[in-house]
């Protein structure tokens, strides 16, 4: 059984790539390591830099590219081996991480992109909020009817469908405001000779017409803030927040955006609190 799995996996494996080749000729894995270099970069240049404030990560309007990204962005490219700080291009609606080539090809599948799994990573990294898993006796393959052309289309017909609206009306508005991009990032303005439409709502935040918009209205959601506080935490302490942690929680909340949500302060401030120099009372 475990060869023929492995067999089967193996082939899989090779027909992927023989479609990412042929759809995304460009796309290498020298490629895929500037990507994530890209990331690293924009973050350290946020955080230990400029000591700026956090949420630049995902609304600044400029970021680190050496030649293979350039070509994929469209932007000027710098000397071979080297990297250069560069504005996203104005007609683009890139912001920031959104905007970043690592997070757009690693939140989507090789032929498609998924506006499911963008939105998921939002819901449950950013927003720390629960997204269930499809039920066992769901159908999640689209339906075959080449009348749907757009991504928008297709995923309308899981929002209908009771058994799966409940997480796709939380995951798809959001992963739809990233649809100007393709699989590996490129940017896009049709989809199948359609316009793309990238708009959608935020919840009780406000209504926005692509990634870039949607970044500004996520920033200001005190959930953000909320979430990124204790994704910080709960790594640092490699265990969830106990009910009686939840004050440290919260002071370092108001702490963060006290201080100008400047992350370099609030990790001294949360090395330096009783909930990380002290183990607490056995449950």
């Not at 059984?1 to 996996?9: F, N, T």
């Not at 009348?147 to 739809?176: F, W, Y």
């Not at 927040?241 to 440290?248: A, L, N, S, Y």
Request: with cysteine; hydrophobic share 35%; net charge negative.
């Amino acid at each position: 059984y475990g060869d023929h799995r492995d067999l089967h996996l193996s082939i899989r494996r090779q027909r992927q790539m023989c479609i990412r080749d042929r759809l995304y000729p460009e796309f290498s894995p020298a490629l895929a390591a500037s990507m994530r270099q890209e990331t690293l970069s924009l973050l350290s240049d946020v955080v230990f830099t400029r000591d700026a404030d956090f949420t630049e990560l995902f609304t600044s309007n400029h970021t680190f590219v050496d030649a293979g990204l350039a070509s994929l962005y469209g932007v000027t490219a710098p000397p071979a081996g080297e990297w250069h700080e560069v504005t996203f291009p104005a007609d683009q609606p890139r912001s920031g991480f959104f905007g970043q080539a690592s997070f757009l090809s690693t939140q989507a599948h090789i032929e498609l992109t998924s506006p499911t799994l963008r939105g998921k990573f939002v819901r449950e990294r950013l927003l720390c909020q629960s997204i269930n898993p499809p039920p066992n006796d769901v159908i999640t393959e689209f339906p075959d009817d080449e009348g749907l052309k757009t991504m928008r289309e297709r995923l309308q017909v899981h929002q209908e469908n009771p058994s799966c609206a409940g997480c796709h009306s939380l995951t798809d508005p959001i992963g739809l405001s990233f649809e100007n991009f393709d699989s590996i990032g490129r940017h896009r303005l049709t989809e199948n000779d359609v316009t793309i439409d990238a708009s959608g709502e935020l919840d009780d935040q406000g209504n926005f017409a692509d990634g870039a918009e949607l970044a500004d209205l996520l920033v200001n959601d005190p959930n953000f803030t909320d979430c990124l506080v204790r994704n910080v935490y709960r790594a640092s302490l490699g265990h969830l927040e106990t009910d009686g942690e939840e004050v440290v929680v919260e002071h370092l909340v108001g702490g963060f955006d006290d201080g100008g949500r400047r992350l370099r302060a609030f990790l001294v401030e949360l090395v330096v609190s009783d909930a990380f120099r002290f183990v607490g009372a056995e449950q």
